[in-house]
């Protein structure tokens, strides 16, 4: 071991800080064998002096003192070394004020930086890949309609070779059943011939895409880069990464009985579609007659609080209505469109509205409370809502926007639920997860996970990816959702969906053939390992990982699986005997930064706060905080974290035991509207730390000293103010008995 500390001296920090006294805390307090400052070490001077010790002094644990590990990181890239950062540009200078009084609470802070990264990077390696990797250039896409075609052609065109699962007999899933489609340029042109066909022969004329009909998945084991994958035709096929694109079906209008769905002449989108396409553009009612008048009914089941409707809106609803508005007038019919609110998402949207209107359809704000038989047709009672008055219009045909329901496989995580429902008492609550285990759907991968068989749900059955955090990426590591499976959206949103999917997953084959991890640690090489002689088998690693990462031998050992792992370090939180870590970050390469802080004693009046930030939001939004120059407490002391779910309880009970007077903990938003990069992570944290009250008695310390708080990447100005509340509560409620 032989650290090297190097303090930049640019962007202001020698005017604020004495970098003599910091490359004497490297070497003193820090036990760098080599310390030295620079002008600007990002510059092509500083990163050769770094490299020259590295090459002729042996250094290999490089210390950077300077600016935020987040900024210069294509600088400071130095290989076969670890690489610790002590933040003083945006950590320090830019959040305390230049004045002569913050002079010796400044160079404090910056000392201790100091003292961390070295504390840091005496307990780092350099991760090295498992060796259980190879490079599949092959990918399985699950699905054979737009998406799952799209999808395939793509991967095809990079060089890699598909297989193309299709449970039915025949390609296209829905589209194959459009007359014709909404345009994806130039929406005032109307709608444009279905191409289904001609994307369907090019996928069955391309040597390097596989196609199997009739076929589904009787198993998918193993991880990304080295998926094996048992088809119900008997062949097993090895395939890097995973596109599952199974598509939507419609909602029920049977649901609906307000609207009269038994009539033969009440049409959901799909059945008015089929019908058109079969009559080569005529429109006909159940008896073969000519229909003249033709209503259409938006938001038919969906965008509704009512019990059994759709909450979401089905995002292509709108628009298909307007497409079979345009077939009623090209027919010679009269179109009525009645809606809530109009919809036309995509560059083409607002057009392809103007295009109805120019056609002669009618649009109509209202809300339709009731369809019913009336003489040789149909009448349609709503409320206008610009006349605000109740009307009634007849039709020959009522087509009703029902919207999508996801054809995703069986919530895996329902059965947890269930037994944590069971384990509560809470019998309201188990009735109504045994209701929805009744009608769950036949699985569609049958993974072989402790978690369950097929990807987790997010919301209202749509299999899981987050707009914000990780679009397409799931919580299965190398399996990718595209298309209305997994958000609703219309055939353009579902072309580019299954581009971005198919795209991801062929990074993450890539990036598995180097073990690196996919997202959000893209290129990190560390996985977890486990020391076997201290382990108790409690299993509480392979229960709270949120990625299916973590089996059990037959021993009851964790068995981990690299490949899918995200390095969130949240199995390393959850062990209670801590013999879970990662090579370049553990309990000890974080418990040790922690104690190598400076607790100046009870009589000092400067109190030290602990800061576990996330590294995904938190800590950004501090470090913009430093670029707005907002100043929060000098006694704040800050330590990044992977995620607020690796964050074990030693680490409290150590920093309460070694002095420090309040401890913060930053993570992401938990629940429903998580925006958690891990998941769980969160979520799980704040389990564990609500547990820390009895710790708190135990020691004779307030339950104030503690705080766990939700935040975001934007959330600029209120973490310094909770940073600078926890000074105010220590003033309040006194220093630390446990100063030394």
Request: with cysteine.
């Amino acid at each position: 071991m032989k650290i090297g500390a190097y303090i930049c001296k640019g962007c202001g920090i020698e005017e604020r800080l004495d970098a003599g006294q910091l490359v004497n805390t490297a070497k003193r307090d820090g036990k760098a064998a080599i310390a030295k400052d620079h002008e600007f070490l990002c510059n092509a001077d500083g990163v050769k002096m770094i490299q020259d010790d590295i090459t002729n002094e042996g250094v290999n644990r490089v210390v950077i003192v300077g600016c935020s590990r987040r900024a210069k990181t294509e600088a400071f890239s130095f290989e076969g070394v670890t690489l610790s950062r002590a933040n003083i540009r945006e950590g320090v200078i830019w959040v305390r004020p230049d004045t002569d009084e913050a002079r010796e609470t400044t160079q404090e802070m910056a000392d201790d930086y100091v003292r961390m990264a070295c504390a840091e990077a005496k307990f780092m390696k350099v991760p090295a890949a498992s060796g259980e990797q190879g490079l599949t250039r092959s990918l399985l896409v699950v699905g054979g309609g737009l998406a799952g075609l799209t999808a395939a052609i793509e991967g095809a065109r990079t060089g890699y070779a598909v297989e193309l699962v299709n449970a039915s007999g025949e390609l296209g899933g829905s589209a194959i059943r459009e007359y014709k489609r909404i345009p994806h340029k130039n929406g005032l042109q109307g709608p444009v011939e279905n191409d289904i066909g001609q994307l369907i022969a090019a996928v069955n004329d391309d040597a390097r895409i596989t196609v199997h009909l009739n076929t589904t998945i009787n198993k998918t084991d193993g991880a990304p880069g080295r998926f094996s994958v048992e088809l119900s035709d008997g062949k097993t096929i090895t395939v890097g990464a995973i596109v599952q694109a199974t598509g939507s079906k419609p909602y029920d209008m049977g649901n609906l009985p307000e609207f009269s769905p038994e009539n033969p002449d009440v049409m959901d989108q799909s059945q008015f579609e089929a019908m058109v396409k079969a009559n080569n553009g005529a429109i006909k009612k159940s008896d073969g007659s000519e229909a003249k008048n033709v209503v259409f009914v938006q938001c038919a089941g969906q965008r509704s609080e009512k019990p059994g409707h759709l909450p979401y809106c089905s995002g292509h609803c709108c628009m298909t209505s307007i497409k079979q508005a345009h077939y009623v007038k090209a027919a010679g019919g009269d179109a009525t469109v009645i809606f809530d609110e109009l919809r036309t998402p995509g560059a083409t949207g607002e057009d392809f509205y103007r295009s109805g209107q120019e056609a002669g359809v009618t649009f109509s704000k209202g809300e339709v409370a009731k369809v019913a038989a009336a003489g040789n047709g149909l009448a349609v009672s709503y409320n206008d809502k610009i006349l605000a008055e109740d009307s009634t219009i007849n039709a020959d045909i009522v087509v009703l926007a029902t919207g999508q329901i996801p054809n995703s496989g069986p919530n895996p995580y329902l059965a947890l639920e269930l037994g944590a429902a069971k384990e509560a008492k809470n019998d309201e609550l188990v009735a109504k997860i045994e209701a929805e285990l009744a009608v769950q759907p036949q699985p569609i991968l049958n993974l072989n996970y402790r978690q369950g068989t097929d990807l987790p749900h997010l919301k209202h059955g749509f299999n899981d990816s987050h707009f914000i955090c990780f679009p397409y990426e799931t919580r299965r590591t190398g399996i990718y959702a595209a298309g209305p499976v997994r958000r609703p959206m219309d055939d353009q949103q579902a072309v580019e969906d299954a581009t971005g999917a198919v795209l991801k997953a062929i990074q993450a084959c890539e990036n598995s053939a180097l073990g690196r991890a996919a997202h959000p640690r893209s290129g990190d090489l560390s996985f977890p390992s486990f020391r076997k002689d201290g382990c108790t088998q409690c299993k509480r690693c392979t229960v709270e990982c949120p990625f299916g990462a973590i089996n059990e031998d037959e021993q009851g050992y964790p068995q981990y699986n690299e490949g899918r792992c995200r390095r969130c370090g949240t199995c390393m939180g959850a062990c209670p005997v801590r013999v879970i870590s990662f090579e370049n970050y553990s309990i000890d390469s974080v418990g040790q930064q922690l104690k190598a802080v400076d607790i100046p004693d009870e009589f000092s009046e400067k109190p030290r706060i602990l800061v576990l930030a996330c590294e995904n939001d938190a800590y950004p939004a501090l470090d913009m905080a430093g670029m707005n120059r907002t100043e929060y407490s000098s006694f704040a002391r800050i330590i990044p974290v992977r995620c607020l779910g690796s964050v074990n309880v030693i680490w409290i009970t150590d920093a309460l035991n070694s002095g420090y007077d309040g401890i913060i903990l930053l993570g992401c938003q938990k629940g429903d509207n998580y925006q958690c990069h891990f998941v769980k992570g969160s979520e799980m944290a704040h389990i564990r730390m609500s547990k820390v009250d009895e710790t708190l008695k135990t020691l004779n310390l307030e339950k104030e000293r503690v705080g766990t708080y939700e935040v975001s990447i934007t959330d600029v100005d209120k973490i310094p103010q909770i940073i600078n509340d926890m000074e105010k509560t220590i003033e309040q409620i006194g220093m630390s008995p446990f100063k030394f």
